[in-house]
């Protein structure tokens, strides 16, 4: 078994790793769209302060990322096949799913959606963990 953090990825905030392998599977930590610096995609605020929040923009960096760590472990968001998404409130399902819709269709990964009361920072609306398999090889077949 390997627990990796990736470099050039936000750190976890608590002592997990983002990704581990476990024979063939892999399982990615929860993932959100925090950058390194810290800051968040999908995410303005205005100079009074006033916070704007995209669910799509958050998708989207979140599916990114997680595609990134998956590439660090040799494989692909089409190896994911299970995905568990946290959404702070259910109104942001047709914007989360519509992304969603750009990454995968029906022939991807099991999917489950359950609203959250919230998430590890307040500017976040989504968080997704996913399960993959590693492909095989010539080696493996």
Do not use: W
Request: charged share 20%.
């Amino acid at each position: 078994m390997t627990a990796r953090t990736i470099t050039g990825l936000a750190r976890p905030r608590g002592r997990f790793p983002h990704v581990k392998v476990s024979g063939d599977l892999v399982f990615v930590s929860g993932t959100s769209s925090r950058r390194p610096d810290d800051s968040f995609a999908g995410v303005e605020v205005d100079e009074l302060g006033t916070t704007n929040l995209d669910v799509r923009a958050q998708t989207r960096a979140v599916i990114e990322n997680i595609a990134t760590i998956l590439g660090e472990v040799g494989c692909t968001l089409a190896d994911v096949t299970q995905v568990t998404t946290f959404l702070v409130s259910m109104n942001d399902f047709g914007g989360y799913n519509e992304v969603y819709a750009e990454f995968f269709d029906e022939a991807g990964p099991a999917r489950t959606t359950v609203a959250v009361h919230q998430l590890p920072h307040p500017h976040l609306l989504i968080e997704i963990q996913a399960i993959a398999r590693l492909p095989r090889t010539e080696e493996t077949r």
